[in-house]
């Protein structure tokens, strides 16, 4: 089946430090990928959608210029969460969905594990 | 606007018990319905959906739900709990098949 591998599990740095998320579809080609934060005991957040080789489409009040998404590929979409703060820690998601997935009618989004950010 | 709730936060339910994690929706036009299971810091995973066809869906680890149009409910069914199936349970909508809305997640829990 689909598979998504979002690295790293885990991230601890500094405040005012960037740092880089990866999600990558490894054995399809993603058109277009979410980008998702999630709170403690709450419900994912949708940041942003990426479509492959175009603009990512932020969701209101996400700041495009804080959260830097990419979509060079049909397989990797990156998240820098750019000069990082405390209240930026949270569990980020991403999840993926192929062309082929949408064409067949199967619509099923294929999620990474997650990484979790902690800002010092 | 699309929406889905999910009445409960938290379900508690003994092993071997049925379960049931109950979801209502509010979308215009034709629903893909789907359930996500989430374990302690994981991503989604994918239990099943509803588009079309039969009503009544089988997903994966025995779990099932059932589509009701006229109570635009989808709730997530199991008829044997297990231990393991403790996490968060997500049900999300949507809408002819575009961008997803998910519920607030409701937290399971099987006791021994």
């Known amino acids: 089946g689909a598979v998504v591998s979002q690295h790293p599990s885990w991230v601890i740095c500094k405040s005012g430090t960037s740092v880089k998320i990866e999600c990558r579809s490894l054995?399809?080609?993603?058109?277009?990928m979410f980008w998702y934060r999630q709170f403690p005991k709450q419900s994912l957040m949708l940041m942003a959608t990426s479509n492959e080789g175009s603009k990512a489409t932020y969701e209101q009040g996400v700041e495009k210029d804080k959260f830097l998404i990419n979509h060079a590929s049909l397989t990797l979409s990156t998240l820098t969460v750019t000069s990082a703060h405390p209240e930026d820690s949270s569990f980020y998601i991403c999840?993926?969905?192929?062309?082929?997935?949408?064409?067949?009618?199967?619509?099923?989004?294929?999620f990474g594990a997650g990484s979790r950010l902690t800002v010092l | 606007a699309q929406s889905v709730a999910q009445p409960e936060d938290q379900v508690n339910v003994a092993e071997g018990n049925p379960l049931t994690v109950k979801c209502t929706y509010s979308v215009s036009g034709n629903p893909y319905l789907f359930w996500y299971v989430q374990y302690p810091n994981r991503g989604l995973q994918f239990l099943l959906k509803?588009?079309?066809?039969?009503?009544l869906v089988k997903g994966s680890y025995g779990f099932e739900a059932e589509f009701n149009k006229s109570q635009t409910s989808f709730h997530l069914k199991k008829p044997s709990a297990l231990v393991s199936d403790s996490a968060l349970y997500f049900c999300a909508v949507s809408p002819y098949g575009q961008n997803f809305v998910f519920g607030p997640g409701t937290r399971l829990s099987v006791l021994p």
């Open positions: 999840s993926a969905r192929g062309s082929r997935e949408i064409s067949s009618g199967a619509n099923v989004l294929t």
């Open positions: 054995d399809f080609q993603a058109t277009t």
């Open positions: 509803y588009i079309t066809g039969d009503n």
